[in-house]
């Protein structure tokens, strides 16, 4: 910790920021390192490897904000970035607290640092993937392609509150895109597996995900149209909690319900969903994509329950946000690095598990539609509105599952949706993601057992 931010140091940065008035100031430093390669037609490409370190200076004054960050840890370039953040202000010197005992958060354990083993080992994971997924595909695979990816992440947070904070963070993630292709029509297949973890997660048959990859591109070759119309909707566990993701999560971060850019603005505490639904947000959550020790403002991670027995108790709160509503950060501060300023964002959120089998709420289905995996859409969160390209859907029939349909899309609200879910699986998983926002990307996890929305609308290309 002392080699990344001196307590002496930061307290002189923070005394310097503050020079000319200003009533919090905080800087937040950063060290990180990189490694990434792809194999793409059994052949490995794109190695590369980075690594950089930086810091950055805010000050706070009554609505206003002031930022500065310099590349690199250079002591004298520390205080000339908190001279320029404080260079605007015209007061009084605050005079900010000592700094405390170092706060490091919720830990996350990483038996195997990726940094230590070979960059020939890696390669190899990718060539085993690449020939897994050729078993599995066999003629139809016209195209193979898979990637790896390591990042360690070392912050350090102190502020003016006299908060000194750290956290060391590891994250490893690889992932498997199959192109298959048979009498002109084309599927592709994707798979990911990432973690908050070192290279241990990848001695669980990682494989496996090519070959998952390449089954969901065969698969979808044998796809028809996709139906059309209001219908149950049963959204697949994992992955489809990116649809709870859009839906919900951005609708409850604490700056776009000041803003009244939300629908859920002025709902806290009123019934939202069916008593049988519970949802979280939880930073805290053993080797998951979007854990940390801290969040990017020095708050330890925590678990928030933002969806009680279908009624919404919490919204998701970093410093600037929470001090407007006279309330504590949940620990949602985030950014994607030095160079940004942090705002509220989610981390593993998450629809809690509940009773039903997938088999039971398909079964009661007549007519419907059963959304595996999604590729992309768009919500409105001061609407709700939103539109969701399904990338592997089924239609349902005589509660079975029946044949693959392409072209599908989700259309709805996201009030109405909420609240319309019906039945909700005993499946739980979580599955990775990136999450973009203000023009920042940060790594989130998403997860739920499958849901059933009671109806929804479908937009297809079969009436």
């Known amino acids: 910790m002392s080699a990344l931010l001196d307590p002496a140091l ?76 404080a260079s605007a202000l015209r ?126 591109a065969l698969t979808l070759l044998d796809a028809g149209p996709a139906p059309s119309g209001s219908m149950p909707v049963v959204v697949s566990g994992g992955f489809g909690g990116v649809l709870f993701h859009e839906m919900t999560g951005h609708g409850l971060e604490a700056d776009h319900i000041q803003k009244g850019a939300s629908v859920y603005v002025g709902k806290l505490g009123e019934q939202v969903a069916q008593p049988l639904l519970n949802a979280y947000d939880d930073g805290r959550l053993p080797g998951e994509w979007g854990s940390d020790g801290i969040d990017d403002e020095g708050t330890p991670t925590q678990m928030t329950k ?5 009624r919404l108790v919490a919204y998701l709160y970093d410093h600037i946000s929470a001090e407007r509503d006279g309330v504590a950060s949940t620990g949602n501060g985030r950014r994607e690095s030095f160079r940004h300023l942090p705002i509220p964002r989610m981390t593993n959120t998450y629809i809690a598990p509940g009773e039903a089998t997938p088999e039971e709420m398909i079964a009661e289905v007549q007519k419907g539609f059963y959304a595996v995996s999604f590729g992309g859409g768009q919500v409105d969160p001061a609407t709700g509105d939103f539109v969701f390209g399904v990338s592997e859907g089924y239609l349902i029939e005589g ?65």
Do not use: W
Not at 43 to 56: H, K, Y
Not at 306 to 310: F, K, L, P, R, S
Not at 418 to 443: E, N, R, S, W
């Open 399 to 463: 509660g079975k599952v029946t044949r693959p349909c392409r072209g599908a899309t989700l259309i709805g609200n996201c009030l109405e949706a909420l609240a319309a879910i019906d039945a909700v699986g005993d499946d739980f998983f979580m599955k990775t993601g990136i999450c973009g926002k203000g023009g920042q990307k940060v790594p989130v996890g998403t997860g739920q057992g499958h849901v059933r929305v009671g109806a929804m609308t479908v937009g297809g290309t079969e009436l």
């Open 91 to 216: 007061g009084e010197r605050h005079q900010p607290r000592p700094l405390g005992a170092l706060v490091r958060g919720n830990s996350q354990a990483i038996e195997r640092r990726p940094e230590e083993i070979p960059a020939a080992r890696k390669a190899e994971l990718l060539r085993e993937l690449d020939q897994r997924a050729r078993g599995k595909g066999g003629a139809h695979l016209t195209q193979f392609t898979a990637s790896y990816a390591e990042a360690r992440r070392e912050v350090a947070v102190a502020n003016s509150d006299g908060l000194l904070a750290g956290d060391d963070r590891t994250r490893t993630r690889i992932g498997a895109q199959v192109v298959a292709r048979r009498n002109g029509t084309v599927e592709t297949g994707t798979e990911t597996l990432g973690a908050h973890r070192g290279f241990e997660l990848l001695e669980d048959d990682p494989g496996r995900i090519a070959e998952q990859a390449a089954a969901k």
């Open 306 to 310: 933002v969806i009680e027995d279908g």
């Open 10 to 85: 930061a307290e002189r940065v923070i005394a310097c920021a503050l020079a000319n008035g200003g009533r919090f100031a905080e800087v937040f430093a950063e060290r990180r390192h990189g490694l990434s390669m792809a194999i793409d037609e059994s052949r490995i490409e794109s190695v590369q490897s980075g690594a950089e370190e930086g810091a950055g200076v805010r000050v706070i004054e009554g609505g206003t904000t002031y930022f500065a960050h310099v590349d690199g840890l250079d002591p004298a370039d520390l205080e000339r970035a908190a001279d320029e953040a």
